[in-house]
T-cell receptor, first 118, second 116 residues
Framework: AQKVTQAQTEISVVEKEDVTLDCVYE???????LFWYKQPPSGELVFLIRRNSFDEQNEISGRYSWNFQKSTSSFNFTITASQVVDSAVYFC???????????????FGQGTILTVHP | DTAVSQTPKYLVTQMGNDKSIKCEQNLGHDTMYWYKQDSKKFLKIMFSYNNKELIINETVPNRFSPKSPDKAHLNLHINSLELGDSAVYFC???????????????FGPGTRLLVL
C-alpha cells in the first residue's frame, strides 16, 4: 500500500523567510510519480509540480524548489523569500502506473498549513 | 474557459435526501476522478473513470454512484445522505498517459456539501 507522510502539520513564518515543507513516501512500485499541490484559502487545488521516480534532478521554478531523494524516499518543497500569498495548505501526493499497486490514483499526505505573516 | 467545472459550488441538504453533483471538463482528457476532502483536509480518492469505464472504486458506500455519460462528464449521485457525508467533493481529470497512469490531475473548484 502507498503512504505519504507530511510530518509538519502547521508552519508559521514571517515574510521573506525561507521555508521547507517535508514529504516522505512509501511505495512498492518501482515506477511512480510524485506531486505537490497548493490549496489556498479560496479552496481550489492548484498543481505545482510532477516528478517521476527516475528523475532525481532538483527542480527550481522561481521562488519554488523541490528536492527529490530516492534514497530517503523524500520529496521536499522549499519556498524562498516567502510571501503572504504563499499562505495555503500544501499537499504532497504519490501516484503509480498501470500494473503497479496504485494505478492512476493519487495518494495524498495530510497536508501542511503554511502561514506567512507580514 | 474553465478547465474543470463543478456544480453546484455549495449544497446544503437534510439527512436522508438524494443529491447529485455534476462535473465537466473541457481539456479533452480521458480520465476523470472524484475525491473527498474531510473536515481535517484529508483528501481521498473515491472513483475514477477512463473513457466512461469505471477503473477505480475505493470501497465507497453503495449510496454513492458515479455516472459518466461521456468522457467529458462525470457526475456523482448520493442517496440517503448521512451527516458523515458532509465534506468537500473534488472532481479531477487527467490526460491519457504513455505509461498508463501517473499523469497530472487537474482539479475542479470543489463542491461543499453540508448535511443537516
Amino acid at each position: 500500500a502507498q503512504k505519504v507522510t507530511q510530518a509538519q502539520t502547521e508552519i508559521s513564518v514571517v515574510e521573506k523567510e525561507d521555508v521547507t515543507l517535508d514529504c516522505v513516501y512509501e511505495t512498492r512500485d518501482t515506477t511512480y510519480y510524485l506531486f505537490w499541490y497548493k490549496q489556498p484559502p479560496s479552496g481550489e487545488l492548484v498543481f505545482l509540480i510532477r516528478r517521476n521516480s527516475f528523475d532525481e534532478q532538483n527542480e527550481i521554478s522561481g521562488r519554488y524548489s523541490w528536492n527529490f531523494q530516492k534514497s530517503t524516499s523524500s520529496f521536499n518543497f522549499t519556498i524562498t523569500a516567502s510571501q503572504v500569498v504563499d499562505s495555503a495548505v500544501y499537499f504532497c501526493a504519490l501516484s503509480g502506473i498501470a500494473g503497479g499497486t496504485s494505478y492512476g490514483k493519487l495518494t495524498f499526505g495530510q497536508g501542511t498549513i503554511l502561514t506567512v505573516h507580514p | 474557459d474553465t478547465a474543470v467545472s463543478q456544480t453546484p459550488k455549495y449544497l446544503v441538504t437534510q439527512m436522508g435526501n438524494d443529491k447529485s453533483i455534476k462535473c465537466e471538463q473541457n481539456l479533452g482528457h480521458d480520465t476523470m476522478y472524484w475525491y473527498k476532502q474531510d473536515s481535517k483536509k484529508f483528501l481521498k480518492i473515491m472513483f475514477s473513470y477512463n473513457n466512461k469505464e469505471l477503473i477505480i472504486n475505493e470501497t465507497v458506500p453503495n449510496r454513492f454512484s458515479p455516472k459518466s455519460p461521456d468522457k467529458a462528464h462525470l457526475n456523482l449521485h448520493i442517496n440517503s445522505l448521512e451527516l458523515g457525508d458532509s465534506a468537500v467533493y473534488f472532481c479531477a481529470s487527467s490526460p491519457p498517459g504513455l505509461a498508463g497512469g501517473g499523469e497530472t490531475q487537474y482539479f475542479g473548484p470543489g463542491t461543499r456539501l453540508l448535511v443537516l
